[in-house]
């Protein structure tokens, strides 16, 4: 299944890159045998300066028609990563091909992209600035690969 993030905004080079590079290369390297994977971003620029609704378009434009998409809101469900980690496996096992996150901008996710999607997950009630929640995520992703391959990363 492939996994992508879809998020507004670019990330400069520098220590966020950096993690999200190092966490996306290993979870290519440890899903591609759990039939997980490769890990695709997307980044959506903004240049037009639309607000929420502008960046809306970005996005739905950005997710093909026949993916899961997970919204990361801040309202939405929190979970742990095990239960993270069944979510993929299930989505998987599920025949579903693709499973799309999606990062909004600073003022959050327009209703029509939460509309579309079909779960909300959020790391916290606090809020995280884009390039961190990129990593965040990346981390995630990672963590659900070991703990389905049953490696000692996740402690937990």
């Not at 993690?19 to 591609?32: C, I, P, Q, S, T």
């Not at 028609?65 to 742990?80: H, K, S, V």
């Not at 992209?113 to 809020?127: A, E, P, W, Y």
């Not at 961190?132 to 490696?151: F, K, S």
Request: net charge neutral.
């Amino acid at each position: 299944m492939r996994v992508k993030i879809v998020a507004l905004g670019r990330l400069k080079t520098g220590p966020e890159r950096a993690l999200v590079e190092d966490y996306g290369a290993r979870f290519d390297k440890l899903g591609k045998g759990l039939g997980l994977g490769p890990l695709e971003i997307v980044e959506l620029d903004d240049r037009k300066g639309g607000g929420k609704a502008g960046e809306a378009d970005l996005i739905l434009r950005a997710l093909s028609n026949d993916t899961f998409a997970i919204a990361l809101d801040e309202r939405g469900d929190q979970i742990g990563s095990s239960e993270f980690a069944s979510l993929l496996a299930h989505s998987r096992d599920d025949g579903q091909n693709t499973i799309s996150f999606v990062i909004g901008g600073a003022d959050g996710l327009h209703k029509s992209v939460l509309d579309r999607s079909q779960r909300s997950l959020s790391f916290g009630k606090m809020v995280w600035p884009h390039m961190l929640a990129r990593v965040l995520l990346c981390e995630q992703l990672y963590r659900a690969t070991t703990i389905l391959a049953g490696t000692p990363y996740h402690r937990a």
